[in-house]
């Protein structure tokens, strides 16, 4: 495949990107600048041809956050009529308790929500897999899914406790038992043990088996509103500890929009010693957060431009499509960002002019993709969007024209044209 007049992020003008063997063979500068119609012209030249016409090609979009095990389960066994976290995870437990979770059905939805996010130009997810279950159901059906689509979407599985390493009983057996039968990363989820202290015992286990089976870390922490819920400091520490710096996300960290200033400014400084990334999923806990406190409503959602400020790595994630925890949901990394600039106060130039990073470079580094972005040599996963820059794809949430994943073409559509009849 040939890509002719494309825009880079990272380069001036216009670039021509070959495609052989499933990597970028060579980028060469385009041999002209569209003019006058053919800046409009139709994506699709020839099979292997491709006329971006000043369009903006990127890497795959990169959903650093999702729970493919839950998509498509909205209202079995009932409703999540309060809206919170909470009962969310009271209607998961009852969910399996009736026997509900069959293994067919996770596969297939999983598949489903997973076709729906690479619609959209995702390919790269890291999805939660529920593992509080001594028969493993969710967490083999994706293990069979990864393989599956491996050709069309890299799927990283994290051995998820959704009721707790120790409030299940074997809860931390069963993350074992999964990190040893191929989960690519360990998870956690503190806030939600009876005490702090066997929260901090389990985040000990946690590190343990990263340590043990050179697995990635990302633990659901302090997605709680709750000032006094600090298992972010207690991450950094076993981090820096062990030497695991670069490997470690944290997912949600609701409770630092609650955080003062004071013990902020002390945190802050510790979590870039760590070097932790942040996998934040705004428009799921703008959702869930913050009810119960009355006007004015806090919003309940990580301080994504102050962590950003400092350094770190902040990814946007969908987090939950049709689940017990939010009814809605497609996958669409561009709408997720879209609320995220908004409700973090992005909305600037600065932040407009690179805000593809936060789908695209920040959760490539939290999952580790080394060889991830448009260079030669690496492997030619990429997108051509329906706009020139980064703002303007946000601005008028762009269409995904052209989708290659390894070399391999996943998609391809045609612009959208409107006829004015006035």
Request: glycine share 10%; charged share 25%; with cysteine.
């Amino acid at each position: 495949m040939l890509i002719t007049g494309g825009r880079l992020r990272d380069r001036d003008g216009l670039w021509d990107i070959e495609v052989r063997d499933g990597l970028v063979a060579s980028l060469t500068p385009a041999r002209r600048e569209p003019e006058g119609a053919d800046a409009a012209a139709d994506t699709r030249v020839g099979d292997d041809v491709v006329a971006a016409e000043g369009r903006l090609v990127v890497p795959q979009f990169v959903e650093n956050h999702l729970h493919l095990d839950y998509a498509h389960t909205a209202g079995r066994p009932r409703d999540n009529e309060s809206g919170t976290l909470f009962e969310g995870i009271e209607i998961w437990a009852e969910r399996k308790a009736a026997g509900l979770n069959r293994r067919e059905e996770v596969r297939a939805n999983a598949l489903a929500a997973a076709r729906e996010a690479v619609s959209h130009g995702v390919g790269f997810i890291r999805t939660q897999v529920d593992v509080t279950d001594p028969d493993l159901t969710a967490f083999t059906a994706l293990v069979e899914l990864r393989e599956e689509i491996r050709d069309w979407c890299h799927l990283q599985l994290v051995a998820f406790p959704q009721n707790g390493m120790v409030a299940y009983p074997g809860g931390a057996e069963l993350v074992e038992r999964a990190v040893r039968e191929g989960a690519d990363v360990v998870g956690g989820i503190p806030h939600l043990e009876p005490t702090r202290e066997d929260g901090v015992a389990a985040l000990g286990r946690v590190f343990d088996l990263a340590e043990r089976y050179g697995v990635l870390v990302d633990v659901h922490c302090d997605e709680i509103d709750d000032a006094h819920s600090r298992f972010v400091e207690v991450m950094a520490a076993e981090t820096q500890r062990r030497s695991l710096q670069g490997r470690v996300t944290v997912s949600h960290a609701v409770a630092m929009a609650y955080y003062g200033p004071g013990y902020l400014s002390r945190l802050l400084p510790k979590l870039v010693a760590a070097q932790l990334g942040f996998a934040v999923n705004p428009n799921e806990n703008l959702h869930l957060q913050g009810r119960g406190f009355g006007a004015p409503t806090p919003r309940g959602v990580a301080p994504v431009r102050t962590l950003t400020e400092w350094g770190l790595p902040v990814a946007f994630g969908q987090d939950s499509m049709a689940d017990p925890w939010y009814p809605l949901g497609v996958g669409d990394l561009l709408r997720v960002l879209d609320s995220g600039l908004h409700v973090a106060h992005l909305l600037t130039p600065e932040y407009l002019a690179r805000a593809l990073d936060f789908i695209t470079d920040n959760p490539a580094r939290n999952l580790a993709l080394d060889d991830y972005g448009i260079a030669e040599g690496r492997p030619a996963s990429l997108l051509v969007l329906d706009a020139p820059d980064d703002e303007t794809a946000v601005r008028e949430k762009a269409e995904i024209l052209l989708s290659v994943h390894r070399g391999r073409e996943v998609f391809r559509r045609r612009p959208a044209e409107t006829r004015w009849s006035v």
